[in-house]
């Protein structure tokens, strides 16, 4: 803590995630919890509003002694481009006085194509294959690779977004049609097999994975929040009916906490992945605040490599990591404000060490 004499919480003040219960709700509904708790470990600490006209070097000169957190929804603002920003976090990197997040985190670990990097891993599944946009324009046959005739159900999803857009759950149905579902409307339809990609490109312009559908989505998704390499709480988010195939809180998903004291085999486990795929991915750290989404899977026989769910016969699949900007609390009860300041306290005790 000596390093730093203040912390410094990036926003960007036209972004549309402020919360009206902040001081002229003109913060993140966590941004005050996160600047408190930095001042409460002796440090000052504000929030700075970042513009086009900042750069690495004019805040580093400007604010000497200070270290930089980012609270900024990755995305174009009118005051400051992704790649503004991003180049910031660049340079702040650099000069050792970023505190998080780390620019290729948000790149790497923030995509679906993490999916694809770490399938070989003892949280990954078999059958994740990546699809080049530029094969998927062509549509000559890519469908068939995607979901195969005759084949089980599938998930094709984008390598961007959240809240289940562009995560489309594919069924092979009679003669040459898919009937799809949309993750993000929780919409079906049947379509034409030769349709499915010009319609999931209308939607998105990348490249983009599939992978085997997981049946126990209906049995909910368990969320590990992690600050670095410790395990705050694990989430069980448990979709609204058997038929739905994401857990959001905007599909009506419901949200129930577990201690990770209570669940070690699995915590621990959890864990000790967090520090393999710094190996896989050749990467320095983990994010300073991420969530790691995980699946069930049943299985015969479990491997020695095998995640262990907490309920028996079953082991944990990755599913998506969130690490861009994830709030510290997804709920709205009486005690998330509580549970998101003792939360900002271990992530102010974990950046600063």
């Known amino acids: 803590m000596a390093k730093y004499e203040q912390v410094l919480v990036l926003e960007v003040a036209s972004a549309k995630d402020k919360n009206a219960d902040t001081e002229g709700g003109k913060y993140r509904r ?14 000052k600490s504000e929030v700075l509003f970042i513009t086009k006209n900042d750069t690495a070097e004019s805040l580093i000169q400007k604010h000497p002694k200070t270290a930089f957190l980012g ?5 174009d603002y ?20 970023l505190l998080g997040p780390d620019a290729e985190h948000m790149d790497r670990l923030g995509s679906k194509m993490i999916l694809y990097e770490l ?47 562009g995560v489309w759950k594919l069924e092979n149905t009679e003669g040459d049609k898919i009937l799809f579902t949309d993750a993000y409307t929780q919409n079906s339809e049947v379509i034409e097999r030769k349709d499915v990609i010009p319609k999931f490109l209308a ?3 990348e490249d983009a994975i599939s992978m085997p559908f997981l049946p126990l989505i209906k049995d909910g998704e368990f969320r590990f929040l992690m600050s670095r390499h410790a395990l705050l709480e694990i989430v069980h988010k448990k979709p609204v009916d058997a038929s739905a195939f994401t857990a959001t809180l905007r599909s009506g998903a419901v949200y129930t906490t577990y201690d990770p004291k209570v669940h070690t085999k699995m915590a621990d486990a959890v864990v000790q992945w967090s520090h393999d795929i710094k190996n896989v991915l050749k990467i320095d750290d983990v994010p300073y605040w991420w969530s790691v989404d995980c699946i069930e899977e049943e299985v015969k026989e479990m491997k020695p490599t095998d ?19 994830l709030g510290l609390v997804a709920d709205t009860s009486a005690e998330a404000k509580a549970k998101g300041m003792k939360f900002a306290q271990m992530i102010a005790d974990i950046v600063l060490a």
């Open 78 to 97: 009118e005051e400051i481009s992704l790649d503004e920003y991003l180049k910031v976090l660049h340079g702040l990197k650099k000069a050792g006085v």
């Open 307 to 325: 995640i262990p769910s907490c309920n028996p016969g079953r082991r944990l699949v990755l599913s998506e990591i969130n690490c861009s900007c």
């Open 30 to 43: 966590d941004t005050p919890w996160l600047v408190e708790a930095f001042r409460q470990k002796g440090v």
């Open 203 to 205: 939607v998105c312009q």
């Open 119 to 165: 399938k070989d891993t003892s949280m990954g599944v078999d059958g994740v294959l990546l699809h080049h946009y530029e094969c998927m324009k062509k549509n000559d046959g890519e469908i068939d690779r995607i979901i195969p005739v005759n084949g089980p159900p599938r998930v094709l999803k984008m390598l961007r977004g959240s809240t289940g857009l």
């Open 71 to 75: 609270r900024v929804n990755p995305m």
